[in-house]
């Protein structure tokens, strides 16, 4: 196998690698072993782990985007402020890597006003744009921390973060509601929790508890609160972020399942979108930042 050179995409929870011959996917691996699971002296050997059968005697790139590049991670990369192109500065070289790998992490983008940061779905965002010459308006990254960026001339002008994937998680994972939210999904009670709270979003915290007493006193089915706590949460953002996306040009880069439920909440709403595949993204990113490796090398 002729790896040219290797990408990287290393979130908090997981770590994803790909052997790659120019624009070519030669060959892939992933582990659970994020960087909130590493210790600060362990990622060259995490990555290792998954990467050293792909490698030689001459050194290869490795271009890594994600959490890697955070105070806690393999190394800090410094942050580009918006407005600016998602990519436009050279990655971060890794100091003192074996002498088979030359290291390097793409910087994440801030905001000073209201603060914000990124690191990784800039990187998407770049591979996104790459194909889409000209393209102006707004694009939502779905996941844990979901972000809403405003694009215009190529550039992120401007960017929100919204905690909803999290709050989701630790709703239903360590509150009261744990006890009622179960397996399953239902379209039309994530529709309709999504339309209520997007008309009364001050109303999110009672909506919340209601779907406990749901089960309680109706013996609510727990895929129904599944689905009608994802609409509240979700709802409740599409409320906040409306001048986003309302009468703007909106993509949606995600995983596949979260992009579906995004779009579907949207295009309740009238919104126009499309999709894009997540993973393309970041390769088509990554190796962007590659190209600016090696102009700058």
């Not at 339309?195 to 001050?202: T, V």
């Amino acid at each position: 196998m002729n790896t040219e050179w290797i990408a990287v995409d290393w979130g908090t929870s997981h770590l994803r690698a790909w052997a790659m011959q120019g624009d070519a996917v030669l060959d892939q691996a992933q582990s659970v072993k994020g960087m909130a699971r590493v210790d600060k002296g362990g990622f060259q050997a995490a990555l290792f782990e998954l990467i050293e059968g792909w490698l030689g005697t001459a050194p290869l790139e490795v271009i890594a985007c994600g959490m890697v590049g955070a105070r806690q991670g393999w190394v800090e990369a410094p942050y580009s402020a918006v407005p600016c192109e998602p990519t436009s500065v050279a990655p971060f070289r890794v100091p003192g890597t074996d002498p088979r790998i030359r290291a390097f992490v793409v910087p994440g983008l801030k905001q000073t006003a209201p603060p914000d940061i990124m690191r990784g779905e800039e990187t998407q965002i770049a591979g996104f744009l790459a194909s889409r010459q000209n393209w102006d308006g707004v694009i939502c990254l779905p996941g844990t921390h979901t972000k809403w960026v405003q694009i215009s001339a190529g550039e992120v002008v401007s960017f929100r973060t919204f905690m909803t994937g999290e709050m989701f998680d630790l709703l239903g994972g360590q509150s009261v509601l744990k006890h009622s939210i179960g397996e399953g999904w239902d379209d039309a009670a994530f529709a309709e929790a999504t339309a209520d709270a997007m008309s009364k979003p001050e109303q999110l915290a009672a909506r919340l508890f209601g779907l406990r007493a749901a089960d309680l006193l109706q013996g609510q089915d727990g895929g129904v609160i599944r689905a009608r706590l994802s609409g509240y949460l979700i709802g409740a953002e599409l409320a906040a972020t409306r001048p986003y996306w309302l009468g703007q040009q909106l993509a949606i880069i995600g995983a596949e399942s979260l992009s579906e439920v995004y779009a579907k909440a949207l295009q309740q709403q009238g919104a126009f979108l499309e999709t894009a595949n997540s993973t393309k993204c970041t390769l088509a990113g990554l190796q962007q930042a590659r190209n600016l490796t090696r102009q700058t090398a």
